[in-house]
């Protein structure tokens, strides 16, 4: 792969990530009462769908505009190969 489109692959995944962790940040504002724990849990959530975002950049795996972290986890081939491992026994 050309350096040029490798940095730029690198560059985006970065951002994902940096977006990841300042809402991981947020998330683990446990001790501050003024945050409503729904808001908490909104950031969680929105910290595992960008690490996961930067996951298939780095991974150059195109993903459709959602915010649905089980489709997210699915698109990554690896998951999906060994979610398709645990189900197909039991669907025998």
Known sequence: MP???WQA???LASGWMRHAQSDLA???M???ETIAPEILAFHAQQAVEKALKALLVMRQ????HIHVIGILLLLNP???RQFAQRIQPKML
């Open 3 to 5: 350096d040029e489109r």
């Open 9 to 11: 692959i690198r560059e």
């Open 30 to 32: 446990t001790e501050a």
């Open 78 to 80: 690896l998951q999906r």
């Open 61 to 64: 795996v195109e993903f459709p």
């Open 26 to 28: 947020v998330a683990q």
